[in-house]
């Protein structure tokens, strides 16, 4: 069970690459677990003579535990952090298609979709022009053929509760900090949620 669904979530390949950044820089990263869709086809007995026949038409959507390969130049843990165990926060950056755009709100939990048709119809969060980073992607990222070309900054760690009281549902009598997952493409938020991993980064 396990073996089949690390296939089908492209396991070894995702962790092939983190181990050629390990060997090219020193440090590779994974992001584990992903939740993610995978199709699974329905199989029926054939006649009650035993065989089995794969029913095409239908697929049932299983939503499973994935690995991912991060690249070194996309993660910015807190800056004081010399691990992931005390680091205050972690901001992942990635470059999404507007087709990739439109699948988040369709695969995934908690995204707007309001948000994200804005973000499109108005180029917001289009990276144009140079970097400022001098990491080795830099060339493909600035290419202006490039169809992924919304960053996308992924937050993980603590916010004011006070400043997530109009987003989330926050207790009346809570104060402090709140752990949180944030999704935000220039300057609009497609999805804020409670880090479903009890404050796991």
């Given at each position: 069970?396990?073996?089949?669904i690390?296939?089908?979530t492209?396991?070894?390949?995702?962790?092939?690459?983190?181990?050629?950044?390990?060997?090219?820089?020193?440090?590779g990263?994974?992001?584990?677990?992903?939740?993610q869709?995978?199709?699974?086809?329905?199989?029926?007995s054939?006649?009650?003579?035993g065989?089995?026949?794969?029913?095409?038409?239908?697929i049932?959507?299983?939503?499973?535990?994935g690995?991912?390969?991060?690249?070194?130049?996309?993660?910015?843990?807190?800056p004081?952090?010399?691990?992931v165990k005390?680091?205050?926060?972690?901001?992942q950056?990635?470059?999404?298609?507007?087709?990739?755009?439109?699948?988040l709100s369709?695969?995934?939990?908690?995204?707007?979709?309001?948000?994200?048709?804005?973000?499109?119809?108005?180029?917001?969060g289009?990276?144009?022009g140079?970097?400022d980073?001098?990491?080795?992607?830099?060339?493909?990222e600035?290419?202006?053929?490039r169809?992924?070309?919304?960053?996308?900054?992924?937050?993980?760690?603590?916010l004011?509760?006070?400043?997530?009281?109009?987003?989330?549902?926050?207790?009346?009598?809570?104060?402090?900090?709140?752990d949180?997952?944030v999704h935000?493409?220039?300057?609009?938020?497609i999805?804020?949620?409670m880090?479903?991993?009890?404050?796991?980064?």
């Amino acid at each position: 069970r396990i073996r089949d669904i690390m296939d089908r979530t492209g396991y070894l390949e995702e962790l092939g690459n983190c181990i050629h950044e390990l060997c090219l820089y020193g440090t590779g990263v994974s992001k584990s677990p992903v939740l993610q869709y995978v199709n699974y086809p329905v199989f029926t007995s054939k006649n009650g003579e035993g065989d089995v026949e794969e029913i095409e038409s239908a697929i049932e959507a299983e939503l499973v535990p994935g690995t991912k390969f991060v690249s070194i130049w996309n993660v910015f843990p807190s800056p004081e952090a010399s691990s992931v165990k005390d680091a205050e926060y972690v901001i992942q950056r990635s470059f999404l298609s507007s087709s990739d755009l439109l699948d988040l709100s369709k695969d995934q939990e908690g995204f707007l979709p309001d948000v994200i048709d804005e973000v499109l119809q108005k180029g917001i969060g289009a990276v144009d022009g140079q970097q400022d980073s001098e990491h080795p992607r830099k060339n493909d990222e600035i290419n202006p053929s490039r169809t992924k070309r919304f960053e996308v900054l992924e937050f993980w760690g603590n916010l004011d509760i006070e400043d997530l009281r109009p987003h989330l549902p926050v207790p009346e009598d809570a104060t402090g900090y709140m752990d949180v997952v944030v999704h935000v493409v220039g300057d609009k938020v497609i999805k804020m949620a409670m880090n479903p991993f009890d404050g796991m980064l």
